[in-house]
């Protein structure tokens, strides 16, 4: 009978830990959650009429050294926080070379200390450090923009430059601004 008991109450246990650990990661990328440590964020653009966004957890740099440094050169990352970045358009986009159908795909770069890479994923919903390469639509080289002129200390993913069906999307964070040209197709 003890051996019962125990074992009840070890499953009861591992439940509301399991529960626990989704509801904390839930949180941490979470609009209602208080103060979370990388708040979600989003970047929307309006190309020929219809609507194209991105929605990414924002992590802070808190004195360390980010590029180079707690996220390496010349490995993927996610291109945020947390959660995957998703990229959700209502039209045909091409983002550099990468034809994208309207849809929606996760985000992830390759820094570097001279080239950064794109990557637009069909793979969506996971978490950010999940990473299926073989669900990779494409890879571009981005464009080194204009250094911010003091350190960025927020990530943000913006839409700049835009006329017409053209913007650029840029990621800029600590002292790093790169971007991408988009285009809405028909």
Not at 73 to 93: F, I, M, Q, V
């Amino acid at each position: 009978m003890n051996r019962t008991l125990f074992a009840c109450r070890t499953s009861i246990l591992a439940v509301a830990f399991l529960v626990f650990s989704l509801v904390q990661a839930h949180a941490q990328c979470d609009p209602h959650a208080a103060n979370p440590p990388s708040p979600p964020a989003q970047a929307s653009v309006t190309l020929s009429g219809k609507s194209i966004t991105i929605d990414y957890c924002a992590p802070s740099a808190r004195g360390r050294k980010i590029f180079g440094g707690i996220i390496p050169y010349d490995h993927w990352w996610r291109t945020g926080a947390n959660t995957s970045t998703t990229l959700k358009t209502e039209t045909d986009l091409r983002i550099g070379t990468i034809k994208v159908p309207a849809g929606t795909y996760s985000i992830y770069s390759i820094p570097s200390a001279t080239a950064w890479k794109l990557i637009v994923n069909k793979q969506t919903g996971q978490w950010g450090t999940v990473y299926k390469p073989e669900m990779d639509l494409g890879q571009v080289n981005m464009t080194a923009g204009d250094s911010p002129s003091s350190p960025v200390e927020t990530f943000k993913i913006t839409f700049e430059h835009t006329a017409g069906n053209k913007t650029q999307l840029h990621l800029i964070w600590e002292n790093t601004n790169v971007y991408v040209p988009v285009e809405a197709v028909k």
